[in-house]
């Protein structure tokens, strides 16, 4: 079975680093690509990054675009998510997501990302 589960959350000022990982199993991680998405209290869930299978393209929010880096390590199964520079407006749950054979999506369970003095 597919299973995503993420880590990494917690607390943190604005202004500083936080570094979210996705460990992946049941399935062949290296050949699908990755996405981080996240949903505030209240607010729709939105697409925050993606990365490709080889880690060779990436995209991302205009929001979070020079500030929060995606990549992937294929040994360790394993898609991170560096957020620098964060803001309050970062806080959110955090998710990550893969879409295998073209048409199952799969998801994490979250991780709890708190932006606050």
């Known amino acids: 079975q597919v299973q995503l589960v993420e880590s990494g959350g917690g607390l943190v000022q604005p202004g500083g680093s936080l570094r979210l990982s996705c460990a992946a199993s049941?399935?062949?991680?290296?050949?699908?690509?990755m996405n981080w998405y996240r949903q505030a209290p209240g607010k729709e869930r939105e697409f925050v990054a993606a990365?490709?299978?080889?880690?060779?393209?990436?995209n991302y929010a205009d929001s979070v675009k020079g500030r929060f880096t995606i990549s992937r390590d294929n040994a360790k199964n394993t898609v991170y998510l560096q957020m620098n520079s964060l803001k309050p407006e970062d806080t959110a749950v955090y998710y990550c997501?893969?879409?295998?054979?073209?048409?199952?999506?799969?998801w994490g369970q979250g991780t709890q990302v708190t932006v606050s003095s």
């Open positions: 990365i490709s299978w080889s880690g060779g393209r990436t």
């Open positions: 997501k893969t879409v295998v054979g073209g048409v199952r999506e799969y």
């Open positions: 049941g399935y062949m991680f290296s050949s699908y690509g």
